[in-house]
DNA sequence: GTAGGGTTAG
């Protein structure tokens, strides 16, 4: 080498830490060109590990491949580095293949690269291979390379590896000799060459290479796991933060929650003092168990410790909040990260969605949008849910389109919760066809599209589905029983429900919670069954809750039992006194009984305690724009003309047989007044407007956040026979499809 | 060499 070289690998050695840009970095390439001229290997590969350490991918290729043949080691490991950093983990492992056919001695610089690409390639076996030369070549006791094994036996933990090495008993290196020793033998030669010898080929696309080829002695042992990451921990010489933080993650990701937990203590007593990543790693502990208190208590400790602004603790403070309920705190928490990215943006939409902000989770969604962030695969099946709840058809229609382009469909959790979404705007069609586009489906998919079948009412594809999930080994959980007994009990199959909820505990040994519970009384409760509902709800085997005893006490409604509604309700208002529900259904009752001084006597209770009706609300969408309608709404701009169609469309219904029944109609008035009173329900005021804005034959699509009145549901199936209109409409509980005169639900809700 | 976010019910 000469002087000028000399001189400017000095330079660099004292100044690498200044070069921190491409542009430096290219700066300083052109000046030693210009200077020096053609330069030698050694200083080409220096520039190339410049280029590696700031990720600079094609800069240090096109470098490397200007060098002549044998080309440097260093230049080599630079590369495999700089492929591992850039995410091309495959491209890591070859150029590692190439340089060892080429007979080029690794050194322990070089394993933490390959050990991660191992890692996010899920190859436990090469990664296993990888330990086993980190032990032969003594770089176990390396830093680095340590808590890269720990990484990758971390990450790696539910990918059964199948075989190991035991070091323990391997002759050639005894684990147990002492430190310094292996350490001195490093960078011998003799060492090296064993390793060369132990190594003759391998080829990264096969699963069957294996580093260690022809090492005598070997006993096979299982996978490490979580083993795994402890036994390089406990073996570990040194340990920083760094490794701490690793093995307290690991433990994590194996459910080892206390182990975690007295791991962080420990590292207390180690005079180590929690970084960043230490706390972003343990919070979503807190947020998984809901402890509040805990959440706090590290954010207090983020706060003292200038970690305020750091995003990563920022969002998975976020999720703590929000799954305490506390959208308002995890908004506040939001707002305070200067810097947001993906993730930080994610959890704050999925905080607001999960807590039903629906609108609030779209808003923030769209504000993401204007910023220069993409959405990724997480924003949308965060903000699916918002669409799904809300039947926002024309929305979820745009993400889908997105979804699409971006080439995202193939993601199961987006899969799922479009076919979710889809059921739940009233297409099932095309939800059926998203869900057979699946590659696989989970228990969540199933689900989805089971639960889709039973809110419109169709029992016999809900079942069918269901049985072949189970053909298909996804066990049944508790949240696909609910689904399954919902299409019972729409319905209206008793037995079939009865025998499910039944096997559910035999044959899958899921013990019945509330919602299935409810899901068989309501059963019970809609086929008219109504004592034998009331009995089986005395006779849970836990608490009932107000919204259990509530469906039973519409099906006293909707047949008619005042004296049972009477015991029901006063169940209900022992446990839950503010359930508006319960007040209004029974007063509701006493209206429709002629018993109007009762009625009175209800209604000046709620008013008296501050309680107030639920107003109806329904929703209806026209060119892709939702209008809210709420009973007797006279403030829509297009009032007179809604009226006008629906007095119109009465009258031509009336001709073919409708009756109108008042029996629903609250007040104390005559008849006139009462028929009124009906024409002003939300659901026709939506259906009207639906009408006069779509041209003859659209489908209308109406939402409505109660259960359908008993007229409005007969006026509705007048209206799709003499319109020849589809209407779908989705109330509280489920859907309804009208078409020429009947509704989907055969009048059974 | 280490960290955070998502889908199904109610």
């Known amino acids: 080498m000469n002087t000028c070289h000399q001189t400017l690998v000095r330079t660099y050695l004292e100044n690498q830490g200044l070069i921190r840009t491409k542009a430096h970095a290219k700066q300083l390439h052109a000046q030693v060109i210009r200077t020096i001229g053609p330069v030698t290997a050694t200083v080409n590969s220096l520039i190339i590990s410049i280029y590696s350490n700031l990720n600079l991918l094609k800069e240090s290729l096109t470098l490397f491949d200007t060098l002549d043949s044998p080309k440097p080691t260093k230049a080599w490991k630079s590369i495999i580095k700089c492929y591992a950093s850039c995410g091309q983990f495959v491209n890591s492992l070859t150029f590692f293949n190439e340089m060892r056919t080429l007979g080029k001695i690794p050194d322990r610089n070089v394993f933490p690269s390959l050990l991660k690409s191992c890692a996010y390639l899920r190859d436990i076996r090469l990664g296993e291979s990888l330990h086993g030369s980190v032990i032969r070549l003594g770089f176990d006791c390396d830093l680095y390379t340590g808590n890269a094994l720990m990484n990758m036996y971390a990450k790696l933990q539910n990918f059964g590896g199948h075989q190991l090495i035991d070091v323990i008993t391997e002759p050639q290196k ?26 003759v080929d391998f080829n990264i696309n096969t699963k069957e290479m294996n580093l260690l080829g022809n090492v005598g002695g070997e006993k ?134 999960q807590n ?21 695969e997480h924003s949308f099946s965060s903000i699916m849910p918002a669409c799904s709840h809300l039947t926002t058809l024309h929305l979820g229609k745009q993400l889908h389109g997105y979804i699409i382009r971006a080439a995202f469909y193939e993601n199961m959790y987006i899969a799922s919760s479009l076919v979710d979404m889809y059921s739940k705007c009233g297409n099932l069609k095309i939800a059926r066809l998203i869900f057979d586009n699946m590659e696989k489906h989970d228990s969540v998919s199933w689900t989805a599209m089971i639960m889709g079948y039973a809110m419109h009412g169709h029992a016999h594809e809900a079942i069918f589905l269901f049985e072949e999930m189970v053909v298909s080994g996804e066990k049944p959980n508790p949240v696909v029983m609910v689904a399954v007994l919902t299409a019972f009990s729409h319905a209206g199959w008793l037995n079939e429900g009865w025998k499910y909820f039944n096997s559910m505990t035999q044959d899958y040994g899921i013990v019945p919670a509330l919602e299935h519970y409810a899901a068989v009384a309501d059963l019970l409760g809609r086929a008219g069954r109504l004592e034998e509902a009331y009995k089986f709800i005395t006779s849970m085997h836990i608490k009932p809750t107000g919204s259990v005893w509530s469906s039973l006490l519409s099906a006293c409604r909707v047949h008619k039992n005042i004296d049972l509604a009477e015991k029901v309700a006063k169940e209900i208002f022992k446990i839950d006194p503010e359930y508006t529900g319960a007040y209004t259904i029974l007063s509701n009752m006493y209206g429709a009984a002629g018993r ?82 009906l024409c002003a329900h939300s659901e026709r005021l939506a ?41 779908i409409v989705r109330d509280n509980t489920r859907f309804h499809h009208f078409t020429n005169g009947k509704c989907s639900c055969g009048d059974y809700w």
């Open 356 to 376: 039903g902000r629906f609108d609030k989770g779209l808003k923030l969604f769209r504000q993401m949008l204007q910023t220069d962030l993409k959405p990724v």
């Open 174 to 199: 005894p684990i147990s000799s002492s430190r310094s020793e292996q350490k001195k033998s490093d960078h011998s030669h003799e060492c090296n060459r064993d390793f060369t010898v132990g190594v």
């Open 596 to 677: 109007w001084k009762e009625a009175a006597k209800i209604r000046k209770n709620m008013k008296k305690k501050g309680m107030r009706k639920k107003p109806a609300c329904s929703w209806v969408e026209v060119k892709n724009r939702l209008h809210a309608f709420v009973a007797g709404d006279k403030s829509h701009p297009l009032y007179y003309q809604i009226n006008e169609a629906l007095e119109d469309i009465l009258e031509r219904i009336q001709r073919e047989g409708y009756v109108p029944d008042t029996s629903e109609v609250l007040h104390d008035v005559d008849e006139e007044q009462k028929q009124y009173s």
């Open 687 to 727: 259906i009207a407007f639906g009408i006069i804005s779509t041209p003859a034959g659209t489908t209308i699509r109406v939402t409505k956040n109660l259960r359908v009145c008993v007229d409005c549901h007969t006026v509705l199936s007048f209206i799709s026979k003499v319109l020849s209109r589809e209407i």
């Open 220 to 353: 096979k042992i299982g996978s490490l796991g979580i083993d795994g990451v402890r036994k390089v921990f406990e073996e570990m010489p040194t340990r920083d933060i760094v490794s701490w933080n690793t093995v307290i993650s690991g433990s994590l990701q194996n459910g080892r929650h206390k182990e975690a937990l007295d791991m962080l203590r420990e590292m207390g007593n180690a005079d180590l003092k929690p970084d960043s990543f230490t706390l972003s790693t343990v919070l979503p502990m807190f947020a998984k168990f809901v402890d509040v208190l805990k959440g706090k208590e590290i954010h207090g400790f983020a706060i003292r410790n200038g970690f305020v602004e750091d995003v990563f603790i920022g969002s998975s403070l976020i999720d703590v909040y929000a799954n305490c309920n506390r959208v308002e705190d995890a908004y506040k928490l939001f707002c305070f990260i200067p810097q947001h990215d993906a993730v930080s943006w994610n959890s704050i939409i999925a905080a607001c969605v």
